[in-house]
């Protein structure tokens, strides 16, 4: 099929280059020419495994082209829209204007019988809106939202665990089926609803997820004032298939471009539909999420004896997560950004964010490498769980650092082992 993907950033760029190498011509159009750019030269503009691979196959092949000219989309059947919805700088909820600026810029390229496609996450009622611009061209809109995870975003696209389609026909069905043709041959479900299902489906899965994990973190909290093992705790309620064991890793909490930003969308727009108290608690699970940096912090000062003021503190890790250099809303960003405000000598250093965090915070000092940022610390903050922090070996770790001091805000490393070596060791919610 041939088909357009509106917007290239993580979402919109891993789409075009999946959706081209199941076999589909594809043209890849954003606004930001530096970005394009590099997505024509066969470079990914950010870091995600197996994205270069695939934009220098399709490179060669020639399905994949990239634009910053929207008018290109013109002649393809079906139009990606995949721009990103931030949050709103006077508020919690989502800022559509990227969305509703490539609907708009897209219409007078649009043929009867399109079928423009929105994978944005978007506050429940927009698709219902901008159908009502789309449909007077005479093409069709769905609704069909991702459920890609960073560092894993290639897989996700290519092999998604569901497939959600909001539409208001049955040919708008058919059309999805055939883009996605190679999941429905794998049996993947398939769920077809309305509009506003489709959105919420989306928006209460990254509500799910994210209560999820403050609820672990919540438990923590519990067990730092009782002598209780987070970590215990998550693995013996875990066993219940009912509960499951993933999402339960407590430690500084979440982050990135979704979960944080989602649920205080979600807020805001079930408050704008009267409906605030339903999800009330999502303001909780945010505040317990946020206090968990707190501490880290809190934790980092305590073992210094009070305070970290001129005290050398090395921050491993600065991504939001591991297997990525997205710091966006990230937890170990902000862990080091606030030690270094209360005059702490911060050092950070990370696999791959340091470019991004360097960008955003240049008050920081950036190691160039894991000896680097080790050397001579007072106290070690383990903040993002990168193999390379989570593989670290207690005894030539100490020999790195001036005080054998450990945060482990991920609770990845093992205690036992570390406190032998002569750490004093520190987890969230754990003895
Ligand atoms: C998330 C959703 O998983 C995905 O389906 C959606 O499309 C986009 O948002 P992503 O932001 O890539 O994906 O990250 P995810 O792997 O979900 O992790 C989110 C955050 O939660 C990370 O900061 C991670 O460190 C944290 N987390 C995750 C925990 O603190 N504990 C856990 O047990 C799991």
Same mark, same amino acid.
């Given at each position: ?376 610390? =007072? $106290? !070690? ?10 593989? +670290? /070996? #207690? *005894? &030539?770790?100490? =020999? $790195? !650092? ?10 990845? +490393? /093992? #205690? *036992? &082992?570390?406190? =032998? $070596? ?10």
């Amino acid at each position: 099929m041939k088909m357009s993907v509106i917007g290239c950033g993580y979402l919109g760029a891993v789409h075009a280059a999946a959706m081209a190498s199941l076999g589909h011509e594809v043209v890849g159009i954003d606004v930001d020419p530096a970005k394009i750019e590099a997505l024509a030269a066969g470079q990914a503009p950010f870091f995600e495994p197996g994205l270069p691979e695939l934009l220098t196959e399709n490179h060669d092949t020639g399905q994949l082209r990239f634009s910053t000219d929207v008018a290109d989309a013109k002649g393809f059947a079906v139009h990606f829209i995949g721009v990103g919805t931030p949050q709103r700088r006077d508020g919690g909820g989502a800022d559509l204007t990227y969305v509703d600026a490539a609907v708009r810029d897209l219409l007078p390229h649009l043929s009867p019988g399109d079928l423009v496609v929105g994978k944005s996450t978007v506050p429940v009622g927009t698709a219902e809106r901008l159908a009502e611009l789309i449909e007077p061209t005479g093409a069709e809109l769905a609704w069909n939202p991702e459920f890609l995870r960073e560092g894993f975003a290639v897989k996700d696209t290519i092999e998604p665990d569901r497939l959600v389609y909001g539409v208001r026909s049955q040919r708008a069905v058919d059309i999805l089926d055939e883009v996605y043709a190679q999941a429905m041959s794998l049996d993947t479900p398939r769920i077809v609803t309305d509009y506003a299902t489709a959105e919420l489906v989306k928006t209460a899965a990254n509500a799910f997820l994210a209560t999820k994990i403050s609820f672990i973190n919540a438990m923590a909290e519990i067990a730092e004032v009782t002598g209780a093992d987070v970590t215990q705790l998550a693995d013996a309620i875990g066993h219940d298939v009912r509960i499951g064991r993933k999402f339960l890793n407590a430690g500084v909490g979440f982050g990135g471009g979704c979960l944080p930003k989602d649920i205080r969308a979600f807020s805001a727009r079930a408050e704008e539909l009267g409906r605030g108290e339903s999800v009330a608690f999502l303001k909780e699970v945010d505040a317990i999420n946020l206090r968990r940096r707190q501490r880290v912090i809190d934790l980092v000062k305590e073992t210094l004896g009070g305070s970290a003021y001129l005290k050398r503190v090395a921050v491993l890790g600065l991504a939001f997560k591991p297997d990525s250099d997205d710091i966006r809303d990230s937890p170990a960003l902000d862990v080091a950004v606030q030690l270094h405000g209360l005059g702490a000598d911060v050092i950070a250093w990370d696999p791959e964010a340091v470019p991004n965090a360097g960008k955003a915070h240049p008050q920081l000092e950036f190691a160039d490498n894991l000896e680097d940022v080790l050397r001579g610390a =007072e $106290a !070690v903050v383990l903040a993002t769980e990168w193999k390379h922090f989570r593989e +670290l /070996d #207690p *005894v &030539a770790t100490k =020999e $790195a !650092v001036a005080t054998p001091i450990i945060v482990d805000g991920r609770n990845v +490393l /093992d #205690p *036992v &082992a570390w406190r =032998e $070596a002569g750490w004093t060791y520190r987890g969230l919610g754990r003895p």
